[in-house]
């Protein structure tokens, strides 16, 4: 037997796994089966006469119907001139678009400075013509306003301050802070203008900016496929289209602009992560200083986002000197994007041990198990239970286990062995 | 002799005369059958490609029990199955082919759960992608070589095709297997 034909049995025999059967097969086969010999042994359907013949006029007067009506928007103009006449063609009034101004919220803002929060000082005035984009979402408020022309400083790339004028501001408030960024008009001819990518929110990137105010739409398109919508609103006197979004941190995306009819008008590539923060490549084979744990990798769906992680043990030597204990190599990180975390743990004896992957709005955590153990389940507060995976193999010293669930519960950990009985527990707090 | 051309399982027992009696024992041996294979079969169905195995695997037994009584013997009933198992999902892929040509690929949702939903192991997975690259009967071979541990022989019969051309087909199909992963590994490097 050779090498090649193991591996395609190994891996048959782990696929064929998957396909699982319904309690009530055997009923639907009989009722398959039943059907069938009902269906021959029933008298063909006698085709009733008047049927044959009306067929033919229905035919003859659709016919007819088609070419009248041809004739009559050949005179009138057309279907656009039809539509016209009763109101909805291109030249029909659209609905308004946007949300009404809220001046209440802008309570906080002071001449001269593009935000001014309300927790920092309350006595400052209203200034600025407010403008109506004013979104909340994983309680970050982003509002955008229109303050007096002024001069702002902003440092470029190279560490050179240079003075830009403008009167737009883009101020986001979260928890006990906030920032305010002074926002340039759109140039001649520019369709968009972005900031850079927001990554303060703990969960998130926020990516916001003013476009042309044909664009109608935004959305993130994810390296996984996912595709997250953005917002765009519009304000009374304010000439442009302002836009916000935010997606999972940790991943590629693709900011797509989109005008009334769906068209694609602008792309915005957004990397992630930065070049100065990269760990390891995500690509399983071009990590090498790890090489020794790709023993197995698994990939999780968790919050929308495909994440993987590689398991597996450190070689024996010169790793594990002397029999020392087993040392479980863990690297998890996002598909399409880069290892955000490696970690290797001394397995203490007669335990569990875990590490921690969080992924908004999913916590996936990991570890190796002792031997005997083969299911584990998070039990949250609620009573919820999420399910994870045991991975064995032949050279895994001991059974590796994952489990994923929703990020901000506190859960308890159990692990069972094969006839049921509780193993191991392990209490993980909320994660904030 | 009873061929295992699942054109002639088109035949019902109603047609071909059977008595009560007979009818009620060929129940009985056909839930035999099904409650030591179905599960197999699904599995079979599944692995070959079909996208509802439980289906395939179900429709396959429906035809098994409505032309047992012209089957040559019981013996021959897991062989028909297993046979029927293979032509059905062959066709259905066929037409999932054509139907998908017709029809624009489908834009990924946004997922909101957060449960696990995917799980194999990477080398596995290689295997896996290459063995569903491979043509139906080359695929049909190599599955029931190396998961149902078939002789050259019985799957000659499940494949309705000579002993030679399984040898062949076994042999180019791991032959294809081997260079794809091989050029993964390599890519990898």
Same mark, same amino acid.
């Not at chain 1, 923060?277 to 090489?291: I, Y």
């Not at chain 2, 012209?70 to 999902?89: E, F, K």
């Given at each position: 037997?050779?090498?090649?034909?193991?591996?395609?049995?190994?891996?048959?025999?782990?696929?064929?796994?998957?396909?699982?059967?319904?309690?009530?097969?055997?009923?639907?086969?009989?009722?398959?089966?039943?059907?069938?010999?009902?269906?021959?042994?029933?008298?063909?359907?006698?085709?009733?006469?008047?049927?044959?013949?009306?067929?033919?006029?229905?035919?003859?007067?659709?016919?007819?119907?088609?070419?009248?009506?041809?004739?009559?928007?050949?005179?009138?103009? *057309?279907?656009?001139?039809?539509?016209?006449?009763?109101?909805?063609?291109?030249?029909?009034?659209?609905?308004?678009?946007?949300?009404?101004? &809220?001046?209440?919220?802008?309570?906080?803002?002071?001449?001269? &400075?593009?935000?001014?929060?309300?927790?920092?000082?309350?006595?400052?005035?209203?200034?600025?013509?407010?403008?109506?984009?004013?979104?909340?979402?994983?309680?970050?408020?982003?509002?955008?306003?229109?303050?007096?022309?002024?001069?702002?400083?902003?440092?470029?790339?190279?560490?050179?301050?240079?003075?830009?004028?403008? @009167?737009?501001?883009?101020?986001?408030?979260?928890?006990?802070?906030?920032?305010?960024?002074?926002?340039?008009?759109?140039?001649?001819?520019?369709?968009?203008?972005?900031?850079?990518?927001?990554?303060?929110?703990?969960?998130? &990137?926020?990516?916001?900016?003013?476009?042309?105010?044909?664009?109608?739409?935004?959305?993130?398109?994810?390296?996984?496929?996912?595709?997250?919508?953005?917002?765009?609103?519009? *304000?009374?006197?304010?000439?442009?289209?302002?836009?916000?979004?935010?997606?999972?941190?940790?991943?590629?995306?693709?900011?797509?602009?989109? +005008?009334?009819?769906?068209?694609?008008?602008?792309?915005?590539?957004?990397?992630?992560?930065?070049?100065?923060?990269?760990?390891?490549?995500?690509?399983?084979?071009?990590? @090498?200083?790890?090489?020794?744990?790709?023993?197995?990798?698994?990939?999780?769906?968790?919050?929308?986002?495909?994440?993987?992680?590689?398991? *597996?043990?450190?070689?024996?030597?010169?790793?594990?000197?002397?029999?020392?204990?087993?040392?479980?190599?863990?690297?998890?990180?996002?598909?399409?994007?880069?290892? &955000?975390?490696?970690?290797?743990?001394?397995?203490?004896?007669?335990?569990?041990?875990?590490?921690?992957?969080?992924?908004?709005?999913?916590?996936?955590?990991?570890?190796?198990?002792?031997?005997?153990?083969?299911?584990?389940?998070?039990?949250?507060? +609620?009573?919820?239970?999420?399910?994870?995976?045991?991975?064995?193999?032949?050279?895994?010293?001991?059974?590796?286990?994952?489990?994923?669930?929703?990020?901000? @519960?506190?859960?308890?950990?159990?692990?069972?062995?094969?006839?049921?009985?509780?193993?191991?527990?392990?209490?993980?707090?909320?994660?904030? | 002799?009873?061929?295992?051309?699942?054109?002639?399982?088109?035949?019902?027992?109603?047609?071909?005369?059977? %008595?009560?009696? %007979?009818?009620?024992?060929?129940?009985?041996?056909?839930?035999?059958?099904? $409650?030591?294979?179905?599960?197999?079969?699904?599995?079979? $169905?599944?692995?070959?490609?079909?996208?509802?195995?439980?289906?395939?695997?179900?429709?396959?037994? !429906?035809?098994?029990?409505?032309?047992?009584?012209?089957?040559?013997?019981?013996?021959? !009933?897991? $062989?028909?199955?297993? /046979?029927?198992?293979?032509?059905?999902?062959?066709?259905?892929?066929?037409? #999932?082919? =054509?139907?998908?040509?017709?029809?624009? /690929?489908?834009?990924?949702?946004?997922?909101?759960?957060?449960?696990?939903?995917?799980? =194999?192991?990477?080398?596995?997975?290689?295997?896996? !992608? $290459?063995?569903? !690259? #491979?043509?139906?009967?080359?695929?049909?071979?190599?599955?029931?070589?190396?998961?149902?541990?078939?002789?050259?022989?019985?799957?000659?019969?499940?494949?309705?095709? %000579?002993?030679?051309? =399984?040898?062949?087909?076994?042999?180019?199909?791991?032959?294809?297997?081997?260079?794809?992963?091989?050029?993964?590994?390599?890519?990898?490097?």
């Amino acid at each position: 037997m050779t090498d090649l034909e193991d591996r395609v049995r190994d891996a048959l025999l782990t696929w064929a796994e998957e396909f699982t059967t319904s309690p009530d097969a055997w009923e639907r086969m009989k009722t398959k089966a039943g059907r069938r010999a009902i269906r021959r042994q029933a008298p063909r359907p006698v085709r009733q006469r008047w049927l044959t013949r009306f067929t033919p006029l229905a035919a003859a007067a659709a016919v007819v119907v088609i070419g009248v009506g041809t004739a009559i928007l050949a005179e009138t103009g *057309g279907f656009s001139a039809a539509l016209r006449q009763v109101g909805l063609g291109h030249s029909g009034s659209l609905a308004p678009r946007g949300t009404s101004p &809220s001046g209440s919220v802008l309570g906080g803002f002071a001449a001269g &400075s593009p935000c001014a929060f309300p927790n920092q000082s309350k006595k400052i005035p209203v200034a600025g013509v407010p403008i109506s984009a004013k979104v909340t979402l994983d309680g970050v408020t982003t509002w955008w306003t229109r303050v007096p022309e002024g001069s702002w400083g902003e440092e470029d790339s190279s560490g050179h301050v240079r003075v830009r004028k403008t @009167d737009l501001a883009l101020c986001q408030i979260h928890g006990e802070g906030g920032s305010g960024t002074p926002e340039r008009p759109l140039g001649k001819g520019q369709l968009v203008q972005a900031s850079d990518p927001f990554n303060s929110l703990g969960a998130g &990137s926020s990516v916001s900016g003013i476009a042309a105010a044909s664009v109608t739409s935004v959305e993130a398109d994810l390296a996984n496929g996912n595709v997250v919508r953005g917002y765009v609103a519009y *304000g009374h006197g304010f000439p442009y289209a302002a836009w916000w979004l935010t997606y999972p941190q940790g991943i590629a995306a693709t900011v797509v602009f989109r +005008d009334a009819a769906g068209k694609a008008v602008k792309e915005i590539p957004e990397p992630y992560p930065p070049a100065s923060s990269t760990k390891f490549t995500v690509k399983p084979t071009k990590w @090498d200083p790890a090489r020794a744990c790709q023993q197995a990798r698994v990939q999780q769906v968790a919050g929308g986002t495909k994440v993987w992680t590689y398991v *597996g043990f450190t070689v024996p030597k010169p790793v594990q000197p002397n029999h020392a204990a087993p040392t479980l190599c863990v690297v998890t990180g996002i598909v399409g994007a880069e290892a &955000s975390y490696t970690g290797r743990y001394t397995m203490p004896a007669g335990q569990v041990v875990r590490t921690a992957f969080v992924l908004n709005p999913t916590s996936s955590l990991s570890g190796m198990a002792v031997h005997g153990v083969t299911s584990v389940t998070a039990v949250l507060a +609620d009573g919820r239970k999420y399910t994870g995976t045991i991975i064995t193999g032949k050279l895994f010293t001991y059974p590796v286990w994952i489990v994923s669930y929703p990020l901000k @519960d506190p859960a308890t950990l159990v692990f069972r062995d094969a006839a049921g009985k509780e193993v191991a527990v392990l209490h993980e707090p909320a994660n904030p | 002799m009873r061929t295992l051309d699942d054109k002639d399982s088109d035949r019902t027992g109603a047609e071909s005369g059977e %008595s009560a009696d %007979s009818a009620g024992s060929a129940e009985t041996a056909v839930a035999g059958l099904f $409650a030591a294979r179905y599960l197999e079969l699904v599995r079979l $169905a599944g692995l070959l490609g079909a996208d509802d195995p439980e289906d395939i695997a179900q429709e396959a037994f !429906a035809r098994l029990l409505r032309s047992y009584g012209s089957l040559r013997d019981g013996s021959a !009933a897991l $062989a028909y199955v297993r /046979a029927t198992v293979c032509n059905l999902t062959r066709n259905r892929r066929r037409h #999932l082919r =054509v139907a998908r040509l017709r029809t624009p /690929a489908e834009r990924l949702d946004d997922v909101a759960s957060s449960e696990q939903a995917v799980l =194999v192991r990477e080398e596995q997975r290689e295997v896996i !992608a $290459a063995l569903a !690259a #491979l043509p139906a009967r080359r695929r049909e071979a190599i599955v029931l070589r190396y998961w149902l541990g078939l002789s050259v022989e019985e799957i000659a019969v499940a494949m309705g095709i %000579s002993a030679g051309t =399984v040898k062949s087909q076994v042999s180019r199909g791991l032959s294809v297997l081997g260079t794809a992963l091989e050029k993964t590994l390599e890519e990898g490097r």
